[in-house]
Structure formats: structure tokens, C-alpha cells
């Protein structure tokens, strides 16, 4: 077995990101990365605008704070009054502040009687005009290649009048469950059966991150069948295996991906849980056997296999948020094995949740984090600080 240090590294080191690169719609960008320099098209806001509804007015040189109204413009229409001196336009959100205005009044500081409006308020230049390129300017830098695009993204991009963009292609998942015992949701409950989870939990896992599994596949522990689902399998650039990866008799997952060109690059990690993990790579992508029980598949989703894809992607930072915590209760543990153990922390500390066995997944869902116990741990008091990783939200 390795550490987690050591698989840490190795997945750092053997995963590449993928080079291919396509054109789609910027409402349909949403967890890709951008495979271009995007520089804005036009001038952002495109005109002198409103920021408040009120009155776009034009100074006096007196002290009188007083102007006469002379029209109306509305967000969306065409501006073509210049304003004078003591002149004033009723003005909305968003609307074109016509030419000769200095400011814009908020029309809950304004007193108006007929044509004529008063104001106690100053009058400050510019005040409630978002000016015609105060966020970009034609030709400016707006994105770089590499950015993740965000909802903030796709909003900015809608911003900039742009339909489309390119972006490096997201990598093709597969999932495989393997199981004689597995039996879906809704479904009658037969003896000696339990209700197969881990695909769903991947699936959401998978969708946490911006990517979605094209293939999902329930196998039998029978080597013909798994092995065809294999084949299949591999033509991805990464596929999850769930369970059949141990050193039971019906685990056939190592030997058949073996049997199939697939390298192994480790199998075991001194952890728990999720020691049998396995992380192999072939010629079309990568391949990590993850474990049968619910939690230790999740565990190991968080800090391997999606930090993998997340390089795949060329994201840089790709394992999960790490920090240090003081610990509400103190926790012991034997030395050999590093323990991610299901816990809650709030603003102030962490505390490890009841129901730390793989099997369990009602503590994971009331989880908001791991705590990390380094191998050689083997007592941390109360109040002592602790490495913590942020689940995603």
C-alpha cells in the first residue's frame, strides 16, 4: 500500500488534461473551460446610463437647485434630447442619460411641482450614471483562456453579445456498479439484496463539478459480463468501477482491466476508508476501481477521482479546500492507516459525526467535510487544531 501523500502525487503527476477543444453556446458552457482570449466587442455599459429612477439634470452655474423638466426617456428607447443648462429629463433604470447631463437625481430626494423639480440633496458630477465603458472598453481583455466558466461567466459572455465560445471538451465518463446483491430503487426488495446507491451518488458527485456521466452500467460479479462492460468502458477518457475491486472471490475488477491493457499505477492506500482503491491508466484515458461500500466510494470520489477529472479539465486547483480547525470532541485512532472521518464543522471548530464505517451513509449526508488523520496519528485532544476538507456544497 501507498499513502495518500503518495497517491496524491501520482495522480498530479500521471493525469493530463485533455487538448480537444470545441465551439458551443455560451448558455451551454456551464463547468467547461475556455479555450480562448475573449476580448470585449464592444464598450460596456454601451452608453451613458441610469443607475437609479429619477432626473437626469444639467448644472446651473448658480447655487438655485432648480430645473425645469423638458421630456421623459425610458430604459430601452432612443435618446435624442441634449440637455441646457437648468434642464431636466425624467429618467428610469438602465435608460440613455442624454447629452449635457452631469448627474442623475434620485427621485426620492426630489421635489417636483408641474414641469419643475427642486432638490435639497448635492448634486454630485456624475452621480447615478454608470458611464459608457466603465466596466470594458472595445477591444479589452475580458476573459482568459483557462477560466471555468461560472454562472458569473455565462452572464458576463450574454453581456458581451457573444452566442458562442470555445471551450476544451469536458471528458467522457462512464460509470460501471458491480454486484450480485444490487437491486434499484422502487423496486421490490428481495432476500439477501440491498438497494443499490453509489451510481446516483456519482452521478450527483460528477454533477457537483460541472460534468455528467455519458454511460451507466449495472454488472453482475460474473468476469464475461464485466468483462464486456470493461471494453466498453475504456473507449472513455476516465472510467469509475464500483466495487469488485478487493480480494474477494467474485472481485474480478483488477484482473479483467489488466487483461485489458490497463496499467496499474496503485492499488491500496493506507487509509480508511477506502483502502482497496485502484488508479490504473490506458490508452484512450484513466480508470479508478473504487469500492463497493456507499461511503467509501463518496470518499473517494472527493479526494481522488474527481480532483483527477478536475486536471483533466486543467483546472489548477483540483483536491478539495483544505484548512485547519480546532476539534470540538477528542478522537483516537490506532497508527498504520489514515482516517478521513465524516464530520460537521461550523464557524468556529469541527466535530467528527457519529457512524464512521464504511457502510454508512447517513452520517456522510449530515457531513459537511472530512477531517484528516495523518498514518502516525493516534490522539488529538479537544480544542487541538485539524486538517479539515470542505465537501462541495
Known amino acids: 500500500m501507498i499513502s495518500v501523500a503518495e497517491a496524491k502525487a501520482i495522480i498530479t503527476q500521471e493525469v493530463q488534461s485533455l487538448k480537444g477543444v470545441e465551439q458551443i453556446a455560451v448558455g451551454a458552457s456551464l463547468g467547461y473551460r475556455l479555450a480562448e482570449e475573449i476580448r470585449s466587442p464592444l464598450d460596456l455599459p454601451p452608453f451613458d446610463q441610469s443607475n437609479v429612477d429619477g432626473y437626469a439634470v444639467a448644472m446651473t452655474k448658480g447655487k438655485e437647485k432648480k430645473w425645469k423638466i423638458i421630456g421623459e426617456v425610458a430604459a430601452g428607447e432612443p435618446c435624442n434630447y441634449v440637455l441646457q443648462a437648468g434642464e431636466a429629463i425624467r429618467i428610469f433604470t438602465g435608460a440613455v442619460v442624454p447629452q449635457g447631463s452631469d448627474c442623475v437625481l434620485m427621485q426620492e430626494k426630489v421635489s417636483r411641482q408641474g414641469d419643475q423639480i427642486s432638490s435639497s440633496e448635492e448634486a454630485l458630477p456624475s452621480q447615478f450614471i454608470r458611464r459608457k465603458g466603465a466596466q ?156 463497493g461500500n456507499p461511503a467509501s466510494a463518496l470518499t473517494c470520489f472527493y479526494e481522488y477521482a474527481g480532483p483527477a477529472l478536475k486536471r483533466m479539465q486543467g483546472r489548477e486547483h483540483i483536491f478539495l479546500k483544505t484548512l485547519r480547525m480546532p476539534l470540538r470532541k477528542e478522537l483516537r485512532k490506532k497508527k498504520g492507516l489514515a482516517h478521513f472521518l465524516k464530520a460537521h464543522c461550523s464557524e468556529n471548530e469541527v466535530e467528527a459525526l457519529e457512524g464512521q464505517d464504511s457502510f454508512i451513509m447517513k452520517s456522510l449526508a449530515s457531513a459537511n467535510a472530512f477531517i484528516y488523520l495523518p498514518a502516525d496519528t493516534e490522539h488529538i485532544g479537544a480544542g487541538d487544531s485539524v486538517e479539515v476538507h470542505l465537501l462541495p456544497e
Do not use: W
Request: aromatic share 8%; net charge positive; glycine share 12%.
Open 136 to 291: 470594458i472598453k472595445t477591444g479589452a481583455l475580458a476573459l482568459m483562456p483557462g477560466t471555468v466558466i461560472s454562472p458569473a461567466v455565462i452572464s458576463f459572455l450574454d453581456a458581451l453579445g457573444l452566442p458562442r465560445i470555445r471551450v476544451f471538451k469536458k471528458p467522457g465518463i462512464a460509470i460501471i456498479v458491480t454486484g450480485n446483491e444490487l437491486e434499484k430503487a422502487g423496486s421490490v426488495l428481495s432476500a439477501g439484496k440491498n438497494y443499490e446507491s453509489n451510481a446516483s451518488a456519482l452521478q450527483a458527485a460528477l454533477q457537483q463539478i460541472g460534468l455528467h456521466a455519458a454511460s451507466v452500467e449495472f454488472v453482475k460479479d460474473e468476469k464475461i459480463a464485466l468483462n464486456e462492460a470493461v471494453q466498453r468502458g475504456l473507449s472513455f477518457d476516465l472510467l469509475l468501477i464500483s466495487g469488485g475491486i478487493s480480494v474477494g472471490d467474485y472481485d474480478y475488477v483488477k484482473e479483467v482491466l489488466l487483461e485489458n491493457g490497463t496499467q496499474c499505477l496503485f492499488h491500496g492506500i493506507a487509509q480508511k476508508p477506502g483502502k482497496p482503491l485502484f488508479f490504473g491508466k490506458n490508452k484512450n484515458g484513466y480508470v479508478f476501481g473504487l469500492p
